[in-house]
């Protein structure tokens, strides 16, 4: 590897995930619940995509693996955790390895519910989990118009891009 790889400030990374929709399950989205939804995500956690994404960019930036590497769903120790926990282990990963998180830019596609009103407390909400400013972290939500699984509303998926710079 050279040198100047290796001395490099910043890296990117990007994320996707998707999850299933079922009724009787509750919706969390960038660590918010979304209320008025009568569908939340079959997962092994709290079915976060977003957060979940989001990792996955995060580790990807220092080639780190993804989040089913972490936090495999093959065990207990993971069920039904909130993906908020997750994503602060995460952090604490890219710290420990001296790095700080410089930006993160999400896109949610999911047809219904529609989420714009949910998006200003998921950046609030990221942005405590991160340890960054607001300004650090972009959401936005679309729709398919009603093409692919996501349009006929049995999933959502969602892609996450990260860049992290070196503290040291």
């Known amino acids: 590897m050279s040198n100047e ?4 400030p910043f890296r990117v990374g990007n994320g996707y995930d998707v999850h ?19 569908v939340g995500f079959v997962a092994h956690s709290d079915g976060d995509v977003a957060i979940h994404a989001l990792c996955d960019a995060l580790l990807g930036c ?4 993804d989040i089913g590497h972490h936090f495999p769903d093959t065990g207990d120790e993971w069920a039904g955790i909130d993906s ?27 047809q219904k519910p529609k989420i714009a009103k949910y998006v200003p407390l998921m950046r609030k909400t990221l942005a405590d989990v991160m340890g960054v400013d607001e300004d650090q972290v ?31």
């Open 62 to 65: 220092l080639a780190l693996g």
């Open 84 to 110: 908020k926990i997750l994503l602060s282990k995460v952090i604490s990963m890219l710290s420990e390895k001296g790095w700080a998180v410089g930006n993160a830019d999400i896109t949610i596609a999911l």
């Open 20 to 38: 299933q929709m079922k009724e009787g399950l509750p919706m969390w989205l960038g660590g918010v619940r979304i209320e008025d939804s009568a």
């Open 138 to 168: 972009s959401v936005k939500a679309t729709t398919t118009e009603k093409m692919g699984f996501v349009g006929r509303c049995e999933g959502c998926q969602v892609w996450a891009t990260a860049l992290i710079w070196r503290k040291s």
């Open 5 to 8: 790889y290796k001395n490099c």
